[in-house]
């Protein structure tokens, strides 16, 4: 069956450090793969796209790697800061080009000040 | 600038109720979608629609209709409310191009009592 997996436990990280967040699919071919952030009581607020054929996307102080051979799109948030405690999805298209997202379970950031 | 809009935000219903929840946006967007949200299960897919007049089943579908009569509104109607529908209901919309993100709502939290 498809799956898209994000690691169940909160990410604790101590301000400035680097936070890295994985996401691994099974019996997905995508052609892209999208990064959100959710706070809670609100709706993903969409961060990035990688397409299946850039191996890193960069905005600001995230970072995004996707490599379709592992499975696998690695997120990271540079220089972290409190803000930037949040849950934060992977999502990607299980129709192939119909525009239909499946997302995965969440991974929460905390940033200790 | 609202973006996607979505009423109520809390609602209690009793077994066997019924109720419309409300979506809108303001973008053009041809793809508008309904996600339910679960503790600890991420966002599944109710129901997708790729334009006026066109709406198709997503992953849980069961125990809810909805309807495109216009661009800009996507409501979903649960008829006869149960407790297993109890959840965060978010609403979306895209361009519809291939490499765009999702807008979401934000959010309606339903409890079926």
């Known amino acids: 069956s498809q799956k898209i997996e994000q690691n169940s436990e909160a990410l604790n990280i101590q301000e400035g450090k680097t936070a890295t967040l994985t996401c691994n699919y099974t019996?997905?071919?995508?052609?892209?793969l999208q990064w959100y952030r959710q706070d809670p009581g609100r709706g993903p607020v969409f961060l990035l796209l990688i397409r299946e054929n850039e191996k890193e996307k960069r905005k600001e102080r995230l970072k995004v790697t996707f490599d379709t051979t592992l499975k696998q799109s690695l997120f990271h948030i540079t220089a972290s800061q409190p803000a930037d405690s949040a849950t934060y999805l992977c999502a990607l298209d299980p129709s192939y080009g119909n525009n239909r997202l499946a997302f995965g379970k969440g991974n929460q950031v905390v940033v200790i000040p | 600038n609202a973006g996607v809009t979505q009423t109520p935000k809390f609602r209690i219903l009793k077994i066997g109720q019924s109720m419309t929840l409300q979506c809108t946006q303001d973008m053009n967007h041809n793809y508008m979608y309904w996600y339910r949200q679960d503790p600890g299960m991420g966002l599944k897919l109710i129901y997708y629609?790729?334009?006026?007049?066109?709406?198709d089943k997503g992953e849980v579908p069961n125990g809810y209709n909805v309807s495109r009569s216009t661009t800009e509104d996507f409501p979903l109607r649960l008829e006869l409310a149960a407790p297993s529908q109890t959840s965060v209901y978010f609403c979306a919309s895209s361009s519809g191009g291939r490499y765009n993100g999702y807008t979401f709502g934000s959010g309606t939290r339903l409890t079926v009592v």
């Open positions: 629609s790729v334009g006026a007049g066109i709406t």
């Open positions: 019996n997905y071919s995508p052609a892209y």
